[in-house]
């Protein structure tokens, strides 16, 4: 174990002592006459919607694929492929062509990255320049890559919808992937190489298809999204059988990508998450297969990580308010479609936003009171409002859904490095409250004013022309967000 691996797991490790150690202190200080069911209940509304999420996603993921568990068939899609196939078709039915299609900018520095990535695929890849503004174009040109550019600044969904233009006719399907993005091998992560997961997706005759996605580890922050992550696809998007949500690599059928990027808003927020809404308004079926992983770096410092997750919550809050009326009418498919796309996501997540903002609240002074007592400082006055019991009833009981979540979802290959942040996670949902409140904020000051409060790196202007491009863990992520529970099935995105 190297010098940097031992601090990086020292680092949480400590962390959760020193909270452990805080928790058992402030709990022989505990008041209870001061103690309020009320305030109790409100400081645990993210813990207990978050819990009671979870084990809904968690039942409907199970039942989704009851008979493939069942008899030992695939466990990792949203819906069980092997019934849904016709018998046999594994072994009679070729692949039929499909490409490999990005959008690039200002790829140069990556560009050996990318090309040593993709390079086994490569005869598959169809890449589009969005107006890159150095060298990326003349170098993979020159390295025999099929790239096309017209010198326009279309953003990605528009830049896409120009080179599905362009593609032969004979190609109908398409996997959309990010320039960083890596498909992992069979055996090296995947249960199935690129062509099963592409045979199975053209016999079932869905819309689109989304793979697993994880983050490369690399640090502490990353260990918090690793965790994100797998909740996010492992329960989140399996739990929403075929009306599931695609995010910035996906497959899909061209004709119905093509449809979805025709009525698309062409703006880069939340752009999957729209693509998903335009098709299952249609009656097409999305479904989750994540039998296929790929890898994807993490926004690496905290500043770009919030500034991720602004862009993140103003997209979704834009998108589902411009199409509010083709999201009501995918709820109303099934029970469980109505449950999440209305009462989660517009309910739990947006509307109820100021209610978690105010539970937060409450659980920051209970947290700072146990300090307060602890150390006889007595800097807070004592009374309801004060109670350290909140906080340590909020964090014990994340503590227990954390664990139940790290062995029941997480892979074995990586519960070792997402466990030592599973004491501190809740802290980890607490603080989203900040970028959700930002993001919802730019959306109300763009319509009011036309301006933004915090500019994300997404885009600096809406429709300018120095847009700085979102790398593929924002392109991944940003749909999750509508994929499922905060903070147990994230967005993506």
């Not at 752009?271 to 998903?276: Q, S, V």
């Not at 990586?414 to 809740?426: D, K, M, Q």
């Not at 919802?440 to 885009?459: F, K, M, P, Q, S």
Request: proline share 4%; net charge neutral; aromatic share 12%.
């Amino acid at each position: 174990m190297t010098a940097r691996r031992i601090v990086s797991l020292a680092a949480p490790l400590a962390v959760c002592a020193l909270l452990a150690a805080w928790v058992a202190l402030s709990a022989a200080n505990v008041e209870a006459a001061s103690f309020s069911m009320l305030l109790y209940g409100l400081a645990n509304l993210i813990v207990y919607t978050d819990a009671l999420d979870f084990v809904l996603r968690l039942y409907m993921k199970r039942r989704h694929t009851a008979t493939a568990r069942g008899t030992g068939r695939e466990r990792e899609t949203s819906i069980d492929l092997a019934t849904a196939l016709p018998a046999g078709a594994h072994r009679l039915v070729p692949v039929r062509p499909y490409a490999i299609v990005a959008s690039v900018f200002d790829l140069e520095e990556r560009i050996d990255e990318f090309i040593a990535a993709y390079a086994p695929y490569r005869e598959r890849m169809w890449l589009v320049s969005d107006g890159s503004t150095d060298r990326t174009l003349l170098r993979l040109r020159q390295a025999g890559w099929r790239c096309f550019d017209d010198g326009l600044n279309r953003r990605k969904p528009g830049a896409l919808r120009r080179l599905l233009e362009s593609l032969p006719e004979y190609i109908e399907t398409v996997l959309v992937v990010d320039p960083d993005i890596r498909i992992l091998r069979r055996g090296a992560g995947s249960e199935i190489d690129l062509e099963q997961f592409v045979s199975d997706f053209q016999q079932s005759g869905a819309a689109a298809a989304c793979p697993r996605v994880m983050i490369e580890p690399d640090g502490f922050l990353a260990r918090f999204q690793s965790f994100e992550y797998a909740l996010a696809f492992r329960v989140g998007r399996q739990s929403l059988a075929d009306y599931s949500i695609t995010s910035g690599v996906s497959l899909y059928r061209r004709d119905a990508l093509m449809r979805a990027l025709t009525e698309h808003s062409l703006s880069v927020y939340a752009e999957d998450f729209e693509n998903a809404v335009v098709l299952l308004d249609r009656g097409e079926r999305i479904y989750y297969d994540g039998r296929l992983v790929v890898s994807t770096e993490g926004p690496g410092s905290f500043q770009r990580w919030f500034s991720q997750r602004v862009g993140w919550y103003y997209g979704l809050l834009k998108v589902y308010l411009e199409r509010f009326g083709a999201i009501w009418r995918i709820g109303r498919r099934t029970p469980f479609s109505f449950y999440h796309y209305v009462i989660y996501v517009g309910g739990l997540t947006i509307a109820l936003h100021i209610v978690k903002i105010a539970s937060a609240a409450l659980l920051a002074v209970s947290f700072l009171s146990g300090f307060d007592d602890l150390f006889l400082v007595r800097w807070l006055p004592p009374g309801n409002w004060t109670n350290p019991a909140y906080f340590m009833t909020a964090v014990g009981s994340y503590l227990v859904l954390g664990v139940v979540a790290l062995f029941t979802v997480v892979p074995k290959a990586e519960r070792a490095y997402a466990a030592p942040i599973v004491p501190l996670y809740l802290f980890y949902a607490l603080v989203h409250i900040a970028p959700m409140s930002v993001g919802y904020a730019n959306w109300i000051a763009v319509e009011l004013t036309g301006r933004r409060l915090y500019r994300d790196h997404y885009e600096p202007a809406e429709g300018g022309a120095g847009a700085m491009r979102p790398d593929g863990a924002d392109q991944v992520g940003e749909a999750a967000e509508a994929a499922g529970a905060h903070p147990f099935a994230r967005r993506l995105r």
